[in-house]
């Protein structure tokens, strides 16, 4: 198995500890461990493509990785009455469609490719999560209490409705068969 993939398993073997650590009120430890494993999704595709370790056990699992990652800690902020259930089921709305969308294209032969807007959607996702897990850590007390936190969580909603819509829109002919 390949560093790439390595990483992939890592992100998926941390999430569990990252629940269970957040749930039992270790917010900080958990935060680190959010932090670590959403750095890996980065990490591994770029090793990947730059020494062409592409397999696709990492087509398949890098994907699969950050979902349940996100998903995990956005239903833990439900869980602790940080954000609004509709705003995850909106979320785990767009990952479903899309993710179907995906295989039907794979089944057909064809490859859906990430877009930028999808690129922009996880960075926002993985970039409001550790301001959400850290009760809007830096900004609460020190910056007269700026909702960096909801600003951001808006911003990655906005962003997964998006490109949610542009992956329909651009991949339409995936419904068509």
């Known amino acids: 198995m390949n560093l790439p993939n390595k990483l992939t398993l890592g992100r998926i073997f941390a999430i569990p500890v990252f629940i269970i650590l957040l749930l039992m009120g270790y917010r900080v430890i958990a935060t680190v461990i959010f932090i670590a494993a959403a750095f890996t999704d980065m990490l591994d595709g770029k090793i990947a493509r730059k020494y062409n370790l592409v397999t696709n056990f990492g087509k398949l699992m890098d994907p699969l990785a950050d979902k349940l990652l996100t998903m995990s800690a956005f239903l833990c902020l439900v869980e602790l009455g940080q954000i609004p259930a509709w705003m995850v089921i909106v979320i785990l709305g767009r990952e479903f469609i899309i993710t179907g969308m995906r295989q039907v294209a794979a089944a057909e032969g064809i490859v859906i490719a990430a877009g930028w807007s999808g690129k922009i959607k996880t960075v926002l ?19 007269g209490n700026f909702p960096l936190d909801q600003i951001l969580l ?3 909603l906005v962003m997964t409705i998006v490109s949610g819509a542009e992956y329909i829109i651009k991949n339409k002919e995936v419904f068509s068969q």
């Open 125 to 143: 996702q993985m970039t409001a999560i550790p301001i959400l897990l850290l009760e809007n850590w830096p900004c609460n007390p020190y910056f």
């Open 154 to 156: 808006w911003a990655a």
